[in-house]
């Protein structure tokens, strides 16, 4: 049944200052470019999905760690305006904001770097903190921009107060397997499925399999244009995707995790949860920027719509 009241999500991760260079093809190695444009915004990829998930109309506490220069100010500056609850953010004297440096080019495909300082110091105390929400939580979202030991220590939280946990394995690295059982919903990319499979070439659905540990465990897959592919030990499905004008992908693997994470909370099918999660993605695809490109939840209902 879909629940009326507005859903609480969790989301454990990243805020990084985006550096974002335009241009019109990304430069090879060794070579130096003109960009056409040059714009600083809001990114992180646990801020992004903070951000998109309150959009979407969630309940959002977002927990992570800045600096204490101005670039965080562009954080607190950015939830106060977003609606979403900032109380467990904590600043770091020692360390500086995550910094992301992007490149975009004309076709929307873009390379980022990211530099993650305080991001990687967040500690047990800093999630301690924030147990009350995370047990009262309907979602806990989680990625890899922030130290392993806080994600898992937070996963285990979640698990233990029965919340539903979402791990989005980006940027990926090799994950233990006692980690990877304890997300309810894995996400990653093709490319993220391939290193936490050990880079074997495994076709997507035997990849995707490898890494499910119960039967309660959903692998779900994002392949870009292609939309995405759900796996469970029960069975498996496939979710097409949006035919929309890509202007810019940066942030379209955050809102499609938001979208899912609200759809979830919300009590749908992950069917429908696929189809929301993949408006979200199609309409941040629409616009430049990362946070900024972030969806609404009246444009990604207006999407299904026209679908129908
Ligand atoms: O997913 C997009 C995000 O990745 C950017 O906002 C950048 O900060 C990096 O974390």
Known sequence: ???????????????????????????APGETISGRRFAT?????????????????????????????????????????????????SRDSARATGIASIAVEESGENIIMVALGANLAVTHGDIDAAAAVIERADVLMV???????????????????????????????PLPAEMLALADFLTP??????????????????????????????????????????????????????????????GAGDAFNAGLAVALAEGMELPEALAFAGAAAAVSVTRPGAAASMPYRNEVDELLQRRG
Not at 144 to 173: F, Q, S, W
Not at 219 to 246: C, D, I
């Open 143 to 173: 990625q890899l921009e922030t130290n392993l030991d806080a994600v898992e220590y937070a996963l285990r939280a979640a698990k233990k107060a029965g919340v539903i946990t979402i791990l989005n394995p980006a940027p990926a690295v």
């Open 1 to 27: 049944m879909v629940s009326m009241t507005r859903p609480k999500i969790v989301v454990l991760g990243s805020f990084n200052a985006d550096l974002v260079m335009y241009v019109d093809r990304l430069p």
């Open 41 to 89: 915004g809001p990114g992180g990829k646990g801020s992004n999905q903070a951000v998109a998930a309150a959009r979407l109309d969630g309940d959002v506490t977002f927990v992570g760690r800045v600096g204490i220069d101005s670039f965080a100010n562009i954080g607190f500056e950015l939830w106060q305006k977003e609606g979403v609850k900032s109380d467990y953010v």
């Open 189 to 250: 990319n093709q490319t993220e499925l391939q290193t936490l499979t050990g880079n074997q070439g495994l076709s997507v659905p035997d990849a995707a399999r490898s890494l499910i540990s119960s039967e309660k465990q959903t692998v779900v897959v994002t392949l870009g244009a292609q939309g995405a592919a759900w796996f469970r030990r029960a069975g498996q499905g496939s979710s097409s995707a949006y035919k929309v004008n890509v202007m810019d992908a940066v």
